[in-house]
């Protein structure tokens, strides 16, 4: 039989009471994805010709999420949830009226088994020979699930029935191989036994369990398949399958880019989302995040602490203790410890952003700098140009933002105010703790600050009684004890 199935009808209609959420449970996710977007990534691997998700509770959340990740699928709505096998009836129906072909075979899958992998759904469909494979896992316990009940004495390749564990008997419940609610079907047989469903069991439901039962009794064969790795169909019902589940996925994503060539120092505390694109030599020290479409060139060495989305970072580039957000870090870059790049930050090649730098939507040139405590946003900072400790770029006048342009080459002196729309020419300096207002053009020195002045005897007039009177009192008397020696000696002298 053909290995690529007419259909992948994917059931996500269910409540998923347990989660206690506003956010329907197939939407939640692990690893930068869905738990139904995992579904069908699995699903696509088989290049089925439909993808139908049938969807009831928060419809209107998943039918959005299912359109901005895959609008190639087809959603039905089941209005009631009347059962597995009434889910599966409709969305049969629905495919049919849409003029599909269903000649071959289709797949049923759920949405809430973030695990499974397109080569276990392989594996299923490379066994399927018949009106009817399951796939089939032996756990060590089967609490809640439905019981295979195969045809003799195990090893035996056939199913005789799926006995949900509420209608099994005490001996049926002692089985340990679980229906994984996935099974691959000959269309026309499926449509002809969920004809055929009754509701007479513990739940009042079509149950699609009992089309295998069915299937036997009309004298067709039911394949039981058991998953390579019990963990791929795994259901996630609560949070704490949630979590359970995401540590699974990180420990094989994590074990898959170590095998690439990626060092981990504690892989359990890394992090790493399904689209990160990794080179090899990439080193990730603990508590490293990286998510979204996060891409990082050889050699870069990122965190501990750091977390990256959507951000890319260049060949052997330094990323400590980090927030990033879509920025761009280039070739040998140092960023951080403690500093939070925003959307738009692009640092050019051997540049830098220090300890307690923000940057928002600049670009810093190749071997520039911001070293230390600044907020650079809205600019353009040049080649080579080094931006003195605590420099605000103020970009924002209460109602607009504006840019400011530093050329090649600058030396902003610390504690600089660069005050929007300003530009800075290549080669100029700007004297520490200046404001500066006005364009300041190449190789000047930009002085915008008050004159000091010091008003003598201050203190001791204004704050008598303070410890700074006493100190600035015994400074005085020392140093006028030395006068009066020099006028002592002018004195002799004279
Ligand atoms: C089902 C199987 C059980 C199997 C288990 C694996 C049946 C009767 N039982 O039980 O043998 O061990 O899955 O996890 O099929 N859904 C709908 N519409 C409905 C009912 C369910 O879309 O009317 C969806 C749910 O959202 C869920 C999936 O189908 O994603 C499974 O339904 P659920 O009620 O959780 O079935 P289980 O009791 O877990
Ligand atoms: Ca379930």
Request: some cysteine; overall charge negative; hydrophobic content about 40%.
């Amino acid at each position: 039989m053909s290995a690529r199935p007419s259909a992948v009808i994917i059931l996500a209609a269910g409540e998923g009471k347990r989660m206690k959420s506003a956010v329907p449970k197939v939407l939640h996710p692990i690893a930068g994805r869905s738990l139904v977007g995992h579904v069908i990534e699995a699903a696509a691997h088989l290049e089925p010709e439909h993808v139908v998700v049938v969807v009831g509770h928060g419809r209107d959340q998943v039918v959005e999420h299912l359109a901005e990740v895959a609008p190639w699928v087809l959603t039905v709505v089941q209005e009631e949830q009347r059962g597995t096998g009434h889910a599966v009836r409709i969305a049969l129906e629905d495919l049919l009226a849409r003029g599909a072909e269903l000649n071959r075979s289709v797949v049923v899958l759920t949405g809430d088994t973030p695990l499974l992998t397109g080569e276990t759904l392989s594996g299923m469909l490379a066994a399927h020979d018949s009106a009817c494979t399951v796939l089939t896992a032996q756990v060590p316990d089967p609490t809640g699930y439905g019981r295979v009940v195969r045809a003799g004495e195990p090893p035996i390749d056939f199913v005789a029935s799926i006995v949900e564990e509420r209608d099994a008997s005490a001996e049926q419940r002692r089985i340990d191989e679980i229906n994984s609610g996935m099974y691959a079907f000959e269309a026309a047989l499926l449509g002809e036994a969920l004809g055929k469903l009754g509701t007479d069991n513990a739940q009042g439901e079509e149950y699609l369990t009992d089309v295998v039962g069915l299937l036997t009794e009309s004298g067709h064969r039911v394949r039981g398949h058991i998953a390579p790795d019990a963990d791929d169909i795994r259901g996630v019902n609560d949070r704490a399958q949630l979590a359970e589940a995401a540590a699974i996925m990180r420990d094989r994503i994590n074990l898959r880019w170590m095998r690439d060539g990626v060092s981990m120092a504690n892989p359990s505390s890394v992090w790493i989302d399904v689209d990160v694109e990794l080179e090899p030599d990439v080193t990730l020290l603990p508590q490293t995040i990286l998510r979204g479409p996060t891409a990082i060139a050889g050699g870069a060495r990122i965190g501990p602490g750091t977390t990256l989305v959507s951000c890319e970072v260049g060949a052997n580039a330094d990323v400590i203790h980090t927030w990033a957000e879509l920025a761009v870090i280039g070739d040998g870059a140092q960023v951080g410890p403690f500093t939070y790049l925003r959307p738009g930050a692009q640092l050019g090649a051997g540049a830098k952003a220090g300890a307690y730098v923000e940057i928002k939507n600049s670009s810093v040139g190749d071997g520039a700098k911001v070293p230390h405590l600044s907020y650079v946003g809205d600019a353009e900072i040049g080649e080579g140009t080094n931006i003195g400790a605590a420099t605000v770029f103020v970009n924002y006048d209460g109602q607009n933002k504006h840019r400011t342009v530093v050329g090649k080459d600058v030396r902003v002196g610390s504690d600089s105010m660069l005050v929007a729309p300003v530009e800075i020419g290549d080669g100029a300096y700007t004297a520490a703790g200046s404001v500066i207002t006005d364009d300041v053009p190449p190789g000047a020195m930009a002085v915008g600050r008050a004159r000091q002045r010091n008003i003598a005897g201050w203190v001791e007039r204004r704050r008598p009684d303070s410890d700074s009177a006493r100190s600035a009192r015994a400074a005085s008397d020392a140093s006028g004890a030395s006068d009066r020696v020099r006028e002592d000696d002018s004195v002799r002298e004279e």
